[in-house]
């Protein structure tokens, strides 16, 4: 088990945008079903980005037209593009695979200001 190094995250006014980054080591990341997760203070862990079989990506309602999840397989690396920023995404971002294969990493903190 490894843990993946995230990074990106930052202050950001409302309406911005930033880009995360994910790098994983370990052969198997290629096959691996990646996922962008976030936690808010005092809420749960949720997933918010995902990829599934056949390369179809999955996205929370929340973050739905506004986030693109993408993977770079040579590079052991999964990013997260986010535009249109809202207060509420504020949280530290975690990236794993759908099915935990990863131990969770320190995650990136991204705060949205209004």
């Known amino acids: 088990q490894v843990q993946p190094v995230e990074s990106g995250g930052g202050l950001v006014q409302a309406g911005g945008s930033l880009r995360l980054s994910c790098a994983a080591s370990?052969?198997?990341?290629?096959?691996?079903?990646m996922g962008w997760y976030r936690q808010a203070p005092g809420k749960e862990r949720e997933l918010v980005a995902s990829?599934?079989?056949?390369?179809?990506?999955n996205y929370a309602d929340s973050v739905k037209g506004r986030f693109t999840i993408s993977k770079d397989n040579a590079k052991n690396t999964v990013y997260l593009q986010m535009n249109t920023l809202k207060p509420e995404d504020t949280a530290v971002y975690y990236c794993?695979?759908?099915?935990?294969?990863?131990?969770w990493g320190q995650g990136t903190q991204v705060t949205v200001s209004s």
């Open positions: 370990g052969r198997m990341f290629s096959i691996y079903l």
């Open positions: 794993n695979s759908v099915d935990l294969k990863y131990y």
């Open positions: 990829f599934s079989s056949g390369g179809r990506t």
